[in-house]
């Protein structure tokens, strides 16, 4: 066998390693960009429902209306809070049930 030989398969790795980092490279930039289209997707609107038992003239549900008022009047509007009162969804069991 040549001397030059292990050489040459010294430099076939390099390019190897080259190619593999380029191709990592282009998918951590294609994910970058996706990140970057959803993050503006998500900023343009974003709506939270909330179910609670307590009933809609309480004063936790004014806590609740006022905080949802908070969070859209700090997010410029694109944070919309959804407040479901009574129990109307159910009670917690069936909200959890809901959500798994």
Sequence with gaps: MPQWRPLLTGLHTHRLEDNMIRKIMRGVLVCGLISAAYAQQAKARL???????????????RVMEKMGQDWKDISGGSVKLSILPGGVVGDEPDCVRRLR
């Design 47 to 61: 709506e939270i429902r909330m179910a609670t038992l307590a009933p809609q003239d309480s004063a936790w549900y």
